[in-house]
């Protein structure tokens, strides 16, 4: 009888960051959750202008080809084909005068469209 385990999250290099700031306010979108999700989903989603467009969201539980990743308490699943997308990849989380939102730093990106919602490498 075979076993499955999940992943366990992994604190070597991650081929993602989050900064302190990004980390602290997915917590607190986190908190008025309810249920509290298990953990943030990074990801690359074929689309948009450019090609792929970035996608966040909650999970409840990482699936079975993610990569599992602790960034200061939370967890953050990356699924094994976004990892090569996002290697060296920043996440920020950014207030301006003209409004608030995840800043994506890739250094993979080639080019992106018009509107900064997709990219292409």
Do not use: H, W
Not at 1 to 9: C, G, I
Not at 52 to 60: A, D, I, P, R
């Amino acid at each position: 009888m075979a076993t499955t385990t999940a992943p366990q999250p992994q604190t070597k290099s991650a081929p993602i960051s989050l900064t302190a700031n990004a980390v602290a306010k997915v917590k607190e979108i986190m908190a008025q959750q309810n249920p509290v999700p298990a953990g943030l989903r990074v990801g690359v989603v074929g689309g948009g202008c450019s090609g792929f467009s970035y996608s966040m969201q909650f999970e409840n539980a990482s699936g079975l080809m993610d990569k599992v990743f602790d960034m200061d308490g939370l967890k953050v699943f990356v699924d094994a084909t976004s990892v090569m997308y996002l290697n060296g990849c920043i996440v920020d989380y950014v207030e301006t005068l003209e409004g608030a939102g995840f800043k994506f730093e890739n250094p993979n990106v080639k080019s992106t469209c018009g509107c900064g919602s997709s990219f292409s490498v």
